[in-house]
């Protein structure tokens, strides 16, 4: 099952990440994961929620500009270097990394990393040989 990320396109001023925290926490939304990216003009905020489909219309209905990307969740062993057989598989198969960030949620032994590739079905393919699962949202606390 895809997981589904906001990205929200923010103006560079102080407070909106603030009040963003704010207008989600007041509505009972959890955030999962956050990454932001920023330019000289705008910056795009990157969000995992628990619940996506609620986030993205009260953010809408707040006058935000914003986007949902499907994105793929993976499980790595927390321990050292526990990424990297990941990212070989990934440099091996020649994919593209146009971003990745870690979510919040931790279970023990295990930590969970967002991947945007430039080739999904061939990253799935690629990890599955290696039994290697994607996660599915209900398994980190995510609603379709």
């Known amino acids: 099952m895809t997981v589904y990320q906001i990205s929200v396109f923010l103006e560079n001023r102080t407070g909106q990440l603030a009040e963003i925290a704010k207008?989600?926490?007041?509505?009972g939304?959890?955030?999962?994961?956050?990454?932001?990216a920023e330019t000289t003009?705008?910056?795009?905020?990157?969000?995992i929620v628990d619940q996506p489909q609620k986030a993205t219309g009260i953010?809408?209905?707040?006058?935000?500009?914003?986007?949902?990307?499907?994105?793929?969740?993976?499980?790595?062993?927390?321990?050292?270097g526990g990424?990297?057989?990941?990212?070989?598989?990934?440099?091996?198969?020649?994919?593209?990394?146009e971003y990745m960030y870690s979510l919040f949620t931790h279970v023990e032994g295990t930590a969970y990393?967002?991947?945007r590739v430039s080739e999904e079905e061939k990253f799935t393919t690629l990890l599955a040989q290696h039994g290697i699962a994607i996660v599915s949202g209900p398994e980190v606390g995510i609603q379709a």
């Open 83 to 97: 990424l990297a057989p990941i990212l070989r598989i990934i440099a091996e198969g020649n994919i593209g990394v």
């Open 113 to 115: 990393m967002v991947f």
């Open 29 to 36: 939304i959890d955030m999962r994961a956050i990454s932001i």
């Open 59 to 80: 953010l809408l209905e707040q006058g935000f500009v914003l986007s949902m990307t499907p994105v793929l969740v993976v499980a790595v062993h927390d321990q050292p």
């Open 23 to 27: 207008i989600l926490g007041d509505n």
């Open 41 to 47: 003009d705008y910056g795009v905020l990157r969000l």
